[in-house]
């Protein structure tokens, strides 16, 4: 697996979009990447990049 131990699981990526109460296109606009590489990390096809946890954490926290 090319999964590192700070990366981003698929249930923590749809977790965090059903705190928000997102869709995946909009969970997608709200991090700044497309529907389709959500749709493929949520899905775990692709792991995420090490930023999206930080982009998360921002809107999670109400600065983003």
Request: proline share 5%; net charge positive; no cysteine.
């Amino acid at each position: 697996s090319n999964r590192r131990n700070n990366d981003m699981t698929p249930d923590q990526l749809r977790a965090f979009r059903k705190r928000h109460k997102l869709s995946q296109r909009d969970a997608a606009k709200r991090t700044g990447t497309a529907r389709a590489s959500w749709n493929n990390w949520e899905g775990g096809k692709i792991v995420p990049p090490a930023w999206t946890r930080i982009v998360v954490a921002a809107v999670d926290a109400g600065v983003a």
